[in-house]
């Protein structure tokens, strides 16, 4: 059974940095994809990163585009998202997420949580002004 497990949120200042970690046990698709989203405070879920196993292919939101950056452990089966110049807004709860495949557009696989098949239980990111 495949489970997610998010780590390293914490509550940082405006312009830190953090990084935070998704371990992922039983996930073997070769051809999958895994990725970052976001739900802040009241809002709904949106993506932040997304990289596909097959040839590590990245893509980011407008909004963390330059700042966060997607990457992979593969030794470990984990993943990481480095989040630099953090700002309040940035302030969410984070979730890892995981498709058995992936493959085409990644803005148009960011855009569309219900097609990932498995989620982490999230961790918090807090930035303080």
């Known amino acids: 059974q495949v489970q997610l497990a998010e780590s390293g949120g914490s509550s940082v200042q405006t312009g830190g940095s953090l990084r935070i970690a998704c371990e992922a046990s039983s996930f073997t698709y070769s051809n999958g994809a895994m990725a970052w989203f976001r739900q802040p405070p009241g809002k709904k879920r949106e993506g932040v990163a997304i990289?596909?196993?097959?040839?590590?292919?990245?893509a980011y939101s407008d909004s963390v585009k330059g700042r966060f950056t997607i990457s992979r452990d593969s030794t470990k089966n984990t993943l990481y998202l480095q989040m630099n110049s953090l700002a309040p807004e940035d302030t969410a709860m984070y979730y890892c997420?995981?498709?058995?495949?992936?493959?085409?557009?990644?803005?148009?696989?960011?855009?569309?949580?219900?097609?990932?098949?498995?989620w982490g239980q999230g961790t918090q990111v807090t930035v303080s002004s």
């Open positions: 997420a995981a498709r058995e495949s992936g493959a085409g557009d990644l803005a148009f696989l960011l855009s569309r949580p219900d097609t990932f098949h498995h």
């Open positions: 990289l596909l196993f097959n040839g590590n292919r990245v």
